[in-house]
T-cell receptor
Framework: AQKVTQAQTEISVVEKEDVTLDCVYETRDTTYYLFWYKQPPSGELVFLIRRNSFDEQNEISGRYSWNFQKSTSSFNFTITASQVVDSAVYFCALSGENNRKLIWGLGTSLAVNP | NAGVTQTPKFQVLKTGQSMTLQCAQDMNHEYMSWYRQDPGMGLRLIHYSVGAGITDQGEVPNGYNVSRSTTEDFPLRLLSAAPSQTSVYFC?????????????FGPGTRLTVL
């Protein structure tokens, strides 16, 4: 069975701090895909990144970076120099290669305080 | 492109009433899905479709019907609303059929059943 665990339910930081959101997944598929989505207070779901299991290179996009480690089944998300606008719920999700269903973590609520 | 649109944005129903949540996309995506989001439960898949005329059940299909007569539209029908169906409903779409691709979400419908 596939599963995504986001152990951190809520995180609170002060602006400009770095913060890492953890995502641990379980799957027996050799090919799979991992995603991160952001849900700001306005409620919409915003796509952040998609990675496949064969690409273990870390990804950096501005202040955002992702660390994919197959050895520990983790796909962690780091925000550098956090800003108030980063306050949101962040979801990690997993899909197998031939799986028509996306498996979601329960999300981590991040509050960035001024 | 309008992307994924959902109507209505808000709806209040009485127990036993029926209604249809509308979802449309203009990206020519084959894959469309419906999720519900409840506090502490994350996103749960209700139904999905991989093309016109093809639908399948997700994790929590009871009490909901779907049909897919066109590529663009994927309505969700509540047959007899119950208070347990109070939730925020999201529609999503993506490319298909080979690799699980990024799902793009509509703005959501907030449904309250009294």
């Amino acid at each position: 069975a596939q599963k995504v665990t986001q152990a951190q339910t809520e995180i609170s930081v002060v602006e400009k701090e770095d913060v890492t959101l953890d995502c641990v997944y379980e799957t027996r598929d050799t090919t799979y895909y991992l995603f991160w989505y952001k849900q700001p207070p306005s409620g919409e779901l915003v796509f952040l990144i998609r990675r496949n299991s064969f690409d273990e290179q870390n990804e950096i996009s501005g202040r955002y970076s992702w660390n994919f480690q197959k050895s520990t089944s983790s796909f962690n998300f780091t925000i550098t120099a956090s800003q108030v606008v980063d306050s949101a719920v962040y979801f990690c999700a997993l899909s197998g290669e031939n799986n028509r269903k996306l498996i979601w973590g329960l999300g981590t609520s991040l509050a960035v305080n001024p | 492109n309008a992307g994924v649109t959902q109507t209505p944005k808000f709806q209040v129903l009485k127990t036993g009433q029926s209604m249809t949540l509308q979802c449309a996309q203009d990206m020519n995506h084959e894959y469309m899905s419906w999720y519900r989001q409840d506090p502490g439960m994350g996103l749960r898949l209700i139904h999905y479709s991989v093309g016109a005329g093809i639908t399948d059940q997700g994790e929590v299909p009871n009490g909901y019907n779907v049909s897919r007569s066109t590529t663009e539209d994927f309505p969700l029908r509540l047959l007899s609303a119950a208070p347990s169906q109070t939730s925020v409903y999201f529609c999503a779409s993506s490319y298909w059929p080979s690799t699980p691709d990024t799902q793009y979400f509509g703005p959501g419908t907030r449904l309250t059943v009294l």
